[in-house]
Each structure stands twice: as structure tokens, then as C-alpha cells.
């Protein structure tokens, strides 16, 4: 459970960005959060792991207090946060089996960090994770050499083998296409009920929002004015959020009938378990 209580977040420049939120998020809830451009959906998603520091207010995630960590403490908790972010944040140079193992370098010391060595346990993980998201055939393919949506399918790969009790999603979709927008929030929707695993996505596109999470908060001048179901998002509501425009289209479900397919046909077998257990 993440329990976010009187949450405000005020800048040098004095704009207060947050104005008092207060939010619980259930193991096993995907939420989205939606809201114009500076509504503050990034605010709280980088309040949640400290990347920004709150003003006031509590956070706790699991009966930990994240607010009043130490900064060793905070490392250590952040284990426990995926992070998926828009632009992927892959190391171009490296493997996509190198990428996903990132994950784990807040596990392993710094010499075995630094030489990139990982138990072999890790590495059995990474490629069970390759596989849920279609990707094993890929391994040793540079991150540089993937598409859009590919990259995403390794952040996530990334962010779950950190085994956290809670995800933290940061536009998924932005630069993805319309067919593609859909398959990786299906796979986040899909992996966060296998896992019973809380996720908080910030997201621009509402009609995504509504085919795929649960719940829906709506953010407008850093407070919130809507916490409820994706069917009740009516065209009052989003006028509330953004303002006056015709939202009929934007409300309307596409069919959401199509299968997640692979971007690419399978590449030669790859060769990175093999070198990857020589490290170990």
C-alpha cells in the first residue's frame, strides 16, 4: 500500500506545484494520473521516489516513511520503486540483456557493479523477464538498434527486476504510436496483476488511461478533482480538468481487440547467456 497524506511541493521561484494531495494506492492498483502540463503528475511521481523533495507531507509505502529517510536509507528504498520512464533511459552502447540486469546494481557491490557481473540467478531472471515481454531473441542486441517500443518493453524488464512493490511510470507512451501506445500499456496492465504490483502511470493520452487503469486521478493546478473509476470520466469531468472543449471523441473506447505482436521477426539465437555465465 502507498499512502501519500497532505503532500505539497513548493519551489525556490515560490510555485507551489503541489497543493495537499492525499492519495492511497492498493497492492495491485493501476492508476493514472492525467492533467494538463503542469498540473504537477511529474511532481508526484518524483516526490514518491525523492528524485524531488516534497515541502510537507507524509509518503509511505508499506509501512516505511519515505519522507524522513536518510540518504543511505533512501538508496535502499528505492529498490523497491521502479522507475519507467518516458525516454526509456537505456545505455545506448549496451545490450539489452545488459540494460535489464542495470536493474540490479543496487544489489550486487560496487567491483561486481563496475565489471558488470551478475549472479547467475540475475541473469536466469533477465531472460524470464526477455521472454514475458517477447524479447530473449534479442539479448545481445545493442539498445540503439531497437525500436521505440522495444526500448520501452527493456525499461520495463529493467524496473521489474529490481523486484519492487511498486511502479512508477512516467509517460509510457509519448513517443510511442497508437498501435504500440496500446500494447505496452496492456503488458503494464497484464504484469502489474500477475504481480499484484501497485502502479502510478502519468499519462497525457485519456482514452489510454481509460482502457487500461483502474482508477483515475486528475490533476489541475497542483490539486486534485477527480479520484474515481475510468466510466465516470464524463465530459463535465475532463472540462474540470483541462477546461471547455468537445470531449465526446476523446471519452469514446477504441476496440481494444488486437493482439500484442513482436516489432521484428526473431533475430539468430543469441549469444549472450553464454557470455554473460562466463562473468559469473
Known amino acids: 500500500m502507498l499512502r501519500i497524506k497532505g503532500l505539497t511541493k513548493r519551489y525556490r521561484t515560490g510555485d507551489l506545484a503541489l497543493k495537499g494531495i492525499d492519495i492511497d494506492v492498493p497492492d495491485g492498483q493501476v492508476m493514472a494520473l492525467i492533467g494538463p502540463s503542469g498540473a504537477g503528475k511529474s511532481t508526484v511521481i518524483r516526490c514518491i521516489n525523492r528524485l524531488v523533495e516534497p515541502t510537507s507531507g507524509t509518503i509511505t509505502l508499506n509501512d516505511t516513511e519515505i519522507v524522513a529517510l536518510s540518504s543511505g536509507n533512501l538508496r535502499r528504498m528505492r ?35 563496475w565489471a558488470r557481473k551478475f549472479p547467475q540467478s540475475d541473469i536466469d531472471e533477465a531472460f524470464r523477464l526477455l521472454a514475458r515481454v517477447g524479447l ?13 517500443g522495444q526500448r520501452q518493453r527493456v525499461g520495463i524488464c529493467r524496473a521489474l527486476i529490481q523486484n519492487p512493490e511498486l511502479l512508477l511510470v512516467d509517460e509510457p507512451t509519448a513517443s510511442l504510436d497508437p498501435k504500440t501506445s496500446r500494447q505496452i500499456m496492456r503488458l503494464i496492465k497484464e504484469l502489474c496483476g500477475e504481480r499484484k504490483l501497485a502502479a502510478i502511470i502519468n499519462i497525457h493520452d485519456v482514452m489510454l488511461a481509460q482502457m487500461f487503469a483502474e482508477r483515475i486521478v486528475g490533476l489541475k493546478l497542483g490539486e486534485i478533482v477527480y479520484d474515481g473509476p475510468p466510466d465516470k470520466l464524463t465530459p463535465a469531468v475532463l472540462t474540470e480538468i483541462y477546461g471547455e472543449e468537445d470531449w465526446a471523441s476523446t471519452i469514446r473506447k477504441a476496440d481494444d481487440d488486437a493482439e500484442p505482436v513482436d516489432e521484428v521477426a526473431p533475430a539468430t539465437p543469441s549469444i549472450e547467456r553464454d557470455r554473460l555465465a562466463g562473468l559469473t
Request: glycine letters at 10%; zero cysteines.
Open 79 to 113: 529498490r523497491r520503486m521502479g522507475m519507467i520512464f518516458q525516454e526509456y533511459a537505456l545505455v545506448e552502447r549496451l545490450s539489452v540483456m545488459e540494460n535489464v540486469l542495470s536493474g540490479r546494481l543496487g544489489y550486487v557491490g560496487f567491483w561486481q557493479s
Open 136 to 148: 530473449d531473441h534479442m539479448a545481445d542486441k545493442r539498445a540503439d538498434e531497437l525500436s521505440g
